[in-house]
């Protein structure tokens, strides 16, 4: 049986985390964005549009993780955190410990991607 206290913990920890990172990016990309009112030429406007498709791409999946992270202390508040969503099996506490929002055991996993 699985800690819940313990992963609730580092679920509620990851997310304040990626928060914290989010607010820090937005923070960033105003700052870009004020720094870049002055003509660019194309290098420039083109290290501008890398970096802010880049800065995207990374809210993208942190924004994925944190809604991963909400399932999973969701999970814990109804009694399903630790129990693959595929074949019902407990899920490895040393995959909870490496990725505590994980709904799905090695084998599901392994067995989904190929």
């Not at 995207?56 to 969701?74: F, G, S, V």
């Not at 909870?96 to 090695?106: A, D, G, K």
Request: hydrophobic content about 30%; proline content about 2%.
């Amino acid at each position: 049986m699985t800690d819940r206290k313990k992963f609730r913990k580092l679920l509620i920890t990851k997310k304040e985390e990626i928060l914290s990172y989010l607010i820090r990016s937005k923070e960033d990309e105003d700052r870009l964005g004020e720094s870049t009112q002055e003509p660019m030429d194309r290098e420039d406007w083109a290290n501008f549009t890398l970096t802010e498709d880049l800065m995207a791409k990374l809210a993208d999946r942190e924004i994925e993780l944190l809604r991963a992270i909400d399932k999973a202390l969701e999970r814990i508040d109804d009694g399903t955190y630790g129990i693959c969503e595929v074949c019902g099996q407990e899920i490895e506490s040393e995959r909870l410990e490496i990725l505590p929002w994980t709904n799905l055991c090695s084998r599901c996993t392994h067995n989904l991607s190929g």
